[in-house]
């Protein structure tokens, strides 16, 4: 054992000579922040045989300002010196060189530094000097923060500043993050922060600036407090001045309508407050003011021609305004249940289908009727009289007929069709109309060639 250690420091001063650095000692650096009243062991870790070794050292503390430092500990392995002041406050661990810190106050942060002589038994020489340095910091929790805004009345974009200020009653070493609407601001051409960002400049105010704001506060040991929201007011506009109507035909700036049908107008624009509105008639002879607010009703019937009209939004607050400028046209665009709108009317394309189908099936039916049902001649028509008498003027019965052989059966599927629709009254005659037309009494043929 004696052996390892007489090894170790020798190791260790080979290290020393060619590094500079021996590691026979390590202070967990992660302590460093602590909360005020609670207690910090400075743990040492001792990486040689301590009842192999001869050592001396002490343990300082020196604020972090550097204006003040004192000697906390001196101790050699049969003696330890604790500064009488500190009372019960310091504990010294002899086992292991660790240093114990009770109910810390904040005058306790600071650096706290142990240096340390390594010298083997019954070895002259082979002296190790070790030190290791810990940062202790002392924190107090954050309590909840407070938001205030300055001014706190609503404000005019483009003309007012506002100031946010974010406090604490409790905490050290805060840090504060400021959001609008729960997104995270940042520094911007308009957004000026505060080193620890306790305070938020937004100069100058816009639109886009309204909304709700809180703060976030956080230190070292708390992980954040969230303030109350605040709203801020943002008298802006007008913006974006449209005039609409659910009448008619709109192309761009032009307004068509129907003879005789009113129509309604309506002026809208994005402002706070809300706006006033004008309506102005304009023509070769000046400008004149036809009604106030957001809605116009113009007859057409009182319209000779084309006319142009003009909305003008007013914010009495921002002192802005905006005009929109149209053309109102009275033509024809169709009567009854026809709907022009501002996309145009069209024929559904259903309708166009349907009828054109209809259309397509009438002219099917209309020539198949033709086909199956020709006109009848005066022969058929008067079939009847020749089978009463069979003395009638035949001279009027000549003309151009067709010869079709209507046999009882369905012997021919070749019968046409015109000629089975006329004959369907004498079904079972096994006779042609030839046959019918000879029966005729004959006149002489010079009455042919007349």
Same mark, same amino acid.
């Given at each position: 054992m004696e052996a390892t250690g007489r090894t170790v420091l020798y190791v260790c001063s080979v290290l020393l000579i060619l590094t500079g650095d021996c590691q026979l000692i390590h202070i967990d650096p992660l302590v460093s922040h602590v909360i005020e009243g609670e207690s910090l062991l400075l743990s040492?870790?001792?990486?040689?045989?301590?009842?192999?070794?001869?050592?001396?050292?002490?343990?300082?503390?020196?604020?972090?300002?550097?204006?003040?430092?004192?000697?906390?500990?001196?101790?050699?392995?049969?003696?330890?010196?604790?500064?009488?002041?500190?009372?019960?406050?310091?504990?010294?661990?002899?086992?292991?060189?660790?240093?114990?810190?009770?109910?810390?106050?904040?005058?306790?942060?600071?650096?706290?530094?142990?240096?340390?002589?390594?010298?083997?038994?019954?070895?002259?020489?082979?002296?190790?000097?070790?030190?290791?340095?810990?940062?202790?910091?002392?924190?107090?929790?954050?309590?909840?923060?407070?938001?205030?805004?300055?001014?706190?009345?609503? +404000?005019?974009?483009?003309?007012?500043?506002?100031?946010?200020?974010?406090?604490?009653?409790?905490?050290?070493?805060?840090?504060?993050?400021?959001?609008?609407?729960?997104?995270?601001?940042?520094?911007?051409?308009?957004?000026?922060?505060?080193?620890?960002?306790?305070?938020?400049?937004?100069?100058? +105010?816009?639109?886009?600036?309204?909304?709700?704001?809180?703060?976030?506060?956080?230190?070292?040991?708390?992980?954040?407090?969230?303030?109350?929201?605040?709203?801020?007011?943002?008298?802006?506009?007008?913006?974006?001045?449209?005039?609409?109507?659910?009448?008619?035909?709109?192309?761009?700036?032009?307004?068509?309508?129907?003879?005789?049908?009113?129509?309604?107008?309506?002026?809208?624009?994005?402002?706070?407050?809300?706006?006033?509105?004008?309506?102005?008639?304009?023509?070769?002879?000046?400008?004149?003011?036809?009604?106030?607010?957001?809605?116009?009703?113009?007859?057409?019937?009182?319209?000779?021609?084309?006319?142009?009209?003009l909305c003008r939004a007013f914010n009495n607050v921002t002192q802005k305004q905006d005009e929109a400028q149209f053309t109102l046209v009275v033509a024809s665009l169709g009567t009854g249940k026809e709907k022009h709108t501002q996309e145009g009317s069209s024929v559904s394309p259903l309708a166009i289908t349907v009828c054109s189908l209809f259309a397509i099936g009438f002219m099917v039916l209309f020539f198949l009727r033709r086909t199956c049902h020709p006109k009848r001649g005066r022969f058929f028509s008067d079939l009847s009289t020749f089978e009463s008498t069979g003395h009638e003027d035949a001279k009027e019965d000549f003309g151009i007929y067709e010869f079709v052989s209507i046999p009882g059966k369905m012997e021919s599927a070749q019968a046409s069709c015109r000629s089975l629709a006329r004959l369907e009254s004498i079904q079972d005659m096994h006779t042609t109309i030839y046959d019918v037309i000879r029966h005729v009494p004959e006149t002489p043929s010079h009455s042919l060639l007349k």
């Amino acid at each position: 054992m004696e052996a390892t250690g007489r090894t170790v420091l020798y190791v260790c001063s080979v290290l020393l000579i060619l590094t500079g650095d021996c590691q026979l000692i390590h202070i967990d650096p992660l302590v460093s922040h602590v909360i005020e009243g609670e207690s910090l062991l400075l743990s040492v870790e001792t990486h040689f045989p301590l009842d192999k070794a001869d050592i001396q050292g002490t343990w300082s503390y020196t604020m972090i300002s550097g204006t003040k430092s004192r000697m906390l500990v001196t101790f050699t392995k049969e003696n330890v010196i604790t500064d009488m002041t500190y009372g019960d406050h310091l504990v010294f661990r002899e086992s292991n060189l660790s240093l114990e810190i009770k109910n810390l106050k904040r005058d306790d942060e600071g650096d706290y530094h142990l240096s340390l002589n390594i010298k083997l038994h019954n070895q002259t020489g082979s002296i190790i000097k070790e030190e290791k340095t810990v940062l202790v910091t002392v924190d107090v929790p954050v309590s909840n923060p407070v938001i205030e805004k300055s001014p706190s009345y609503a +404000v005019i974009e483009d003309k007012a500043n506002v100031t946010w200020t974010c406090s604490v009653e409790k905490g050290t070493r805060v840090k504060f993050k400021w959001f609008r609407d729960n997104v995270a601001l940042g520094a911007s051409d308009r957004y000026h922060f505060s080193q620890d960002s306790a305070t938020l400049l937004i100069s100058p +105010v816009r639109k886009e600036d309204k909304g709700s704001y809180h703060c976030v506060a956080s230190n070292p040991v708390t992980a954040g407090q969230h303030s109350r929201a605040v709203e801020l007011i943002v008298y802006y506009g007008p913006y974006n001045l449209e005039v609409n109507s659910g009448q008619g035909l709109r192309t761009g700036e032009v307004f068509t309508i129907n003879p005789g049908e009113p129509v309604f107008f309506e002026c809208q624009a994005d402002s706070n407050p809300p706006n006033s509105y004008v309506w102005i008639s304009k023509s070769s002879n000046g400008t004149d003011i036809i009604a106030e607010g957001p809605l116009l009703e113009v007859r057409s019937y009182k319209l000779a021609q084309a006319e142009e009209y003009l909305c003008r939004a007013f914010n009495n607050v921002t002192q802005k305004q905006d005009e929109a400028q149209f053309t109102l046209v009275v033509a024809s665009l169709g009567t009854g249940k026809e709907k022009h709108t501002q996309e145009g009317s069209s024929v559904s394309p259903l309708a166009i289908t349907v009828c054109s189908l209809f259309a397509i099936g009438f002219m099917v039916l209309f020539f198949l009727r033709r086909t199956c049902h020709p006109k009848r001649g005066r022969f058929f028509s008067d079939l009847s009289t020749f089978e009463s008498t069979g003395h009638e003027d035949a001279k009027e019965d000549f003309g151009i007929y067709e010869f079709v052989s209507i046999p009882g059966k369905m012997e021919s599927a070749q019968a046409s069709c015109r000629s089975l629709a006329r004959l369907e009254s004498i079904q079972d005659m096994h006779t042609t109309i030839y046959d019918v037309i000879r029966h005729v009494p004959e006149t002489p043929s010079h009455s042919l060639l007349k």
